[in-house]
């Protein structure tokens, strides 16, 4: 599984010839009389995504990576960030779609998938930065599609048609390296993640430029994504796993939020949150952020990179690789790239069951919220 196996970066314009065919128009996957390179949609921030976060069994190793295209604006990004006991590094990646959309690499960082809803591979390539990881995800629940939930009429500005995402979300099981400066760390057994694949249009895609006056980020509330043996919780629904007897997801109703935050950054530290479900069950789950194992998703261009502050789909200039680490130990630091944060914690269950889970926030925000506040959020005594 070494990554000098795959092909090195393919030509994009070797299929220029043929436009608007492309290699996957060779495949039975057409879904309208148009060449799959041809968009449903004209709008601009139409978007196909996939994104992946992980966590070794031992507390002290995390991985987010994901990668978006926009086919109406031609082009592909990725990131990838690894936080090794605060130690926090990001690679991001920039390049034009050209005609083969089939082709995930984006400079060093490399998904592919290897069985369609059952398994992907996440390569980074070694880079300048340090870091760089092989590791294998199989997916360990049932799949549900995510129908588009939107009010058609209640577009920004009035009389245009509301943003849509539909796809589908899953947990699985992690295998394989992580390299920190040479130092190779190889994945303990339990080590786990959840992945989703996303499409539609908006999503802050183009940032303020092509924001249309509408928000640019999705809510305050974020999200848990908790895998318990029984069943996993992935924000508003409960998975699974596959051949389970059941129903293959449940609706998570909005939950009661008690919240504890740093006093001098105003970041999540522990919550203990209340949670109905549509089959009449219910649980409380306790979080306790371990350390500074979070991730923070500005580093991968989610409301604009710290740097730079470019936004999913803004990068408009030639192919470009680049990155950065940050010592998240410090809190000067978490203070000048908190936004959308993957924290890392202990989650405990009424009944006693303990794993290792993702409490997402978007911070500061959870903490003005709670200062509001606003129904089913408080502050943990």
């Known amino acids: 599984m070494a990554s000098d196996t795959l092909p090195a970066d393919r030509s994009y314009e070797e299929f220029a010839e043929h436009f608007p065919l492309a290699p996957i128009d060779d495949h039975f996957v057409h879904q309208t009389p148009d060449p799959v390179r041809v968009m449903w949609t004209g709008d601009p921030r139409a978007y196909e995504r996939h994104w992946v976060v992980i966590h070794d069994d031992t507390g002290d190793l995390t991985i987010a990576t994901g990668g978006s295209f926009y086919p109406n604006l031609d082009r592909a990004e990725a990131y990838a960030i690894v ?12 390049r034009p779609i050209g005609a083969d959309r089939d082709d995930l690499r984006v400079g060093p960082i490399v998904p592919v998938i290897v069985r369609g809803l059952r398994e992907w591979r996440y ?10 990881y092989d590791l294998a995800f199989t997916d360990t629940t049932r799949q549900a599609f995510r129908e588009p939930l939107s009010n058609s009429a209640a577009g920004t500005p009035p009389g245009r048609r509301n943003d849509v995402t539909s796809g589908f979300e899953c947990f699985g099981t992690v295998s394989g390296w992580v390299e920190i400066d040479g130092e190779r760390i190889t994945l303990g057994p339990n080590a786990a993640g959840t992945r989703d694949r996303h499409w539609g249009t908006g999503r802050g895609v183009g940032g303020p430029r092509l924001s249309l006056g509408g928000r640019l980020h999705v809510g305050t509330n974020g999200n848990a994504f908790v895998a318990f043996p029984d069943w996993n919780l992935w924000g508003d629904r409960l998975f699974y796993p596959f051949g389970e007897d059941t129903v293959p997801w449940t609706t998570a109703h909005k939950p009661t939020r008690r919240l504890r935050f740093e006093p001098d950054t105003d970041i ?27 991730l ?13 502050d470019i936004h ?10 680049e990155g950065e680490t940050y010592d998240v130990n410090r809190p000067e630091t978490r203070i000048a790239i908190r936004g ?7 989650v405990t269950r009424d009944d006693g069951t303990s794993v290792l889970g993702i409490y997402q926030t978007i911070d500061p925000v959870a903490f003005e919220v709670c200062t509001a506040g606003r129904k089913g959020w408080d502050f943990l005594s």
Not at 85 to 93: D, F, L, M, Q
Not at 123 to 132: C, V
Not at 312 to 321: C, L
Not at 340 to 346: A, G, P, Q, S, V
């Open 83 to 94: 936080n090794s006991k605060g130690r926090h590094t990001s690679v991001r990646s920039y």
């Open 123 to 132: 390569i980074l390539e070694p880079n300048e930065w340090g870091i760089s």
């Open 268 to 294: 999540f530290t522990e919550g203990i949150v209340d949670y109905t479900f549509a089959n009449g069950e219910s649980a409380q789950l306790h979080y306790e952020k371990i350390g500074q194992q979070t």
């Open 296 to 308: 923070y998703l500005r580093c991968g261009m989610y409301g604009g990179t710290p740097d730079r």
């Open 312 to 321: 999913q789909g803004s990068y408009d200039g030639p192919a470009m690789t």
């Open 340 to 346: 959308l944060d993957e924290h890392l914690c202990r």
